[in-house]
């Protein structure tokens, strides 16, 4: 196989031709989701303006618990005997991640999409103004949780306690991204579009976090695969 | 050194600690108490050098595993384990003083929009990922070749804890002592260095013993009858 990008892009297609088989994403973490999304209005109860406040709040935390089990979905190319043959095939591991991390990246993607519009109908949040600031948070949101989650995927390859110990891992790694979404989210409606500043020092914490776990994901891969062997 | 016995060095080096960790907690309650703060103030001789503390034993840490990379000896891994552990403890210690230093001054236990507080309670939750994670890997090989990595990615955390009350100005104060000058009285700022140095050493101290419990515990498995290790496998066999 040549060149980095070439190897990234097969495995990543390979891994969603995979994933459309089995439709693990989108038949059984996604409605799992959407039920977190609905139970949370009616833990709240008859209160709208208190519903319509938390909307988007749970939509990043139900994203954040939710998606990340995206990356360790059953039909990842967990199987050692998968990827002692993707190992011998001579791919490049950064690539493999890449490849990994794109394919988690575009079935997050449309993950967020079916919720947020799940949120956007059951919970009527306050108006959002600047839209193109809160799609570039999920954007970026998107890319820093797929990075982050694959790479713990990575690291907790074949332990037993996997199931509880990978989310342990991802979650405060992502808290970051959480934070500066939701801040995102919440300056983009009408009441603070007159800061901009502000909205942008949130998306700059939001770059730094995908950039730091690009380079940790890219750098740590080869490492990873002598680990597991 | 044999199993057990605690060599003199290490006597003189828990000495040299309780001295000086007496010395300063003197100093802490007999500096004059803080004009607005009054005797509040007294914790910081607690929290700030636990919050020192936990950055310098996720550093050992990372160092610990970069090591670990390199030279494959174990007792790079324990070096890191043992002082991650130690700064799990001292962030937690800074989280607790910091709040309880916080509900009378701030009116607040922890507050989440501060990027100080939720910065290191972030931190705080990663490492204890990173125990987690050695502790479920199944030998120590896999535990050291796994949280090796984690322990180097995650030291990225510690400046971000660092600078983050520069770079977000929130609820959390800046440095107290900077290149500059101290934003405190002199008399303060003695106990403070000295408290510094007695946590510092407490620390050592803290990492020595670990470090030997660390080594007792890896010989004490490796020395456990394992099932089936009595059978030998049939010539011919046994390269493959």
């Given at each position: 196989m040549t060149g980095f990008w070439f190897q990234a892009r097969v495995i990543?297609?390979?891994?969603?031709?995979?994933?459309?088989?089995?439709?693990?994403?989108?038949?059984?973490v996604l409605p799992f989701a959407l039920a977190a999304l609905i139970m949370i209005p009616l833990a709240i109860g008859v209160d709208q303006p208190t519903i319509s406040r938390l909307g988007l709040p749970a939509f990043w935390v139900v994203t954040l618990l939710f998606g990340m089990q995206i990356a360790w979905r059953q039909t990842t190319a967990t199987d050692h005997a998968v990827r002692d043959q993707i190992r011998l095939s001579g791919l490049d591991p950064a690539a493999g991640f890449a490849g990994r991390a794109m394919a988690n990246l575009i079935l997050l993607v449309g993950f967020m999409g079916v919720s947020l519009v799940l949120t956007l109908l059951l919970y009527t949040p306050p108006a959002i103004d600047n839209w193109p600031a809160f799609t570039a948070a999920l954007v970026l949101f998107a890319i820093g949780l797929s990075v982050i989650s694959t790479l713990i995927a990575d690291l907790t390859l074949g332990l037993s306690a996997r199931a509880g110990l990978a989310p342990l891992l991802v979650a405060p790694l992502a808290l970051p991204l959480l934070f500066a979404g939701s801040r995102v989210a919440e300056l983009a409606g009408e009441a603070a579009i007159s800061r901009p500043g502000g909205i942008l020092a949130w998306l700059l914490v939001l770059v730094l976090v995908d950039l730091i776990g690009v380079i940790a994901g890219v750098l740590s891969a080869r490492p990873l695969e002598e680990t597991l062997g | 050194m044999k199993t057990g016995h605690v060599s003199m060095t290490l006597k003189v080096l828990y000495a040299i600690t309780a001295l000086v960790v007496i010395a300063g907690a003197v100093l802490a309650l007999s500096t004059p108490p803080e004009a607005v703060q009054r005797t509040y103030a007294r914790i910081l001789h607690i929290h700030v050098p636990s919050a020192w503390l936990a950055f310098l034993a996720f550093g050992v840490t990372a160092f610990g595993s970069v090591m670990w990379r390199l030279r494959r000896r174990l007792a790079w891994d324990r070096l890191a384990a043992s002082s991650a552990e130690i700064g799990v403890l001292f962030t937690g210690l800074a989280i607790v003083t910091g709040a309880i230093w916080g509900r009378p001054v701030w009116g607040v236990f922890f507050d989440w929009g501060d990027a100080r507080m939720a910065s290191t309670a972030v931190m705080f939750l990663v490492y204890l990922g990173y125990l987690a994670l050695r502790r479920y890997s199944p030998s120590p090989e896999?535990?050291?070749?796994?949280?090796?990595?984690?322990?180097?990615v995650a030291v990225i955390q510690v400046p971000l804890v660092y600078f983050s009350v520069n770079?977000?100005?929130?609820l959390h104060q800046t440095q107290s002592i900077r290149p500059d000058g101290a934003t405190m009285d002199r008399s303060m700022v003695a106990a403070l260095l000295v408290n510094l140095a007695a946590f510092t050493l407490l620390y050592v101290s803290f990492l020595a013993a670990r470090m030997i419990v660390a080594r007792e515990e890896a010989r004490l498995v490796a020395a456990r009858p394992v099932a089936g290790a009595a059978v030998i496998s049939p010539p011919g066999l046994s390269d493959a």
């Open positions: 990543a297609r390979n891994e969603l031709l995979v994933e459309r088989r089995g439709g693990e994403t989108f038949s059984l | 896999a535990a050291a070749n796994r949280a090796s990595i984690l322990g180097i770079l977000f100005r929130t």
